[in-house]
């Protein structure tokens, strides 16, 4: 059983940071992408940040210049850095790792923005 294990999620205040880990060291084959969807009660799950295997990111509009997506050095791990975090990033995160037939889900980590 593949798992795709996320942490960093946590309350912080408006305009603060936080930067969200994820990992898949069980994935053997190729993962296309990885990266990070978010929810909220009632909507639907949104894409977040996303990194190709070639390394091409895409973000979200909302979160362009204040988040990063980037990949580890092994290649099955990307962390997501989130600053100047709004009231409107509040979320479940969930991070996906995906290959050449499916996806693989995390459980998701909370991140509260708040005062």
């Known amino acids: 059983q593949v798992h795709v294990v996320e942490s960093g999620g946590g309350l912080v205040e408006p305009g603060g940071s936080l930067k969200l880990s994820c990992a898949a060291p069980?994935?053997?084959?190729?993962?296309?992408?990885m990266g990070w969807y978010r929810q909220t009660p009632g909507k639907q799950r949104e894409l977040v940040a996303a990194?190709?295997?070639?390394?091409?990111?895409n973000y979200a509009d909302s979160v362009k210049d204040r988040f990063t997506i980037s990949r580890g050095s092994d290649r099955n791990t990307v962390f997501l850095q989130m600053n100047n975090l709004k009231t409107g990033d509040t979320a479940v995160y969930y991070c996906?790792?995906?290959?050449?037939?499916?996806?693989?889900w995390g459980q998701g980590t909370q991140v509260t923005v708040s005062s």
């Open positions: 996906f790792a995906r290959v050449a037939m499916e996806a693989y």
């Open positions: 069980e994935i053997t084959e190729s993962i296309y992408s």
């Open positions: 990194i190709r295997d070639t390394d091409r990111t």
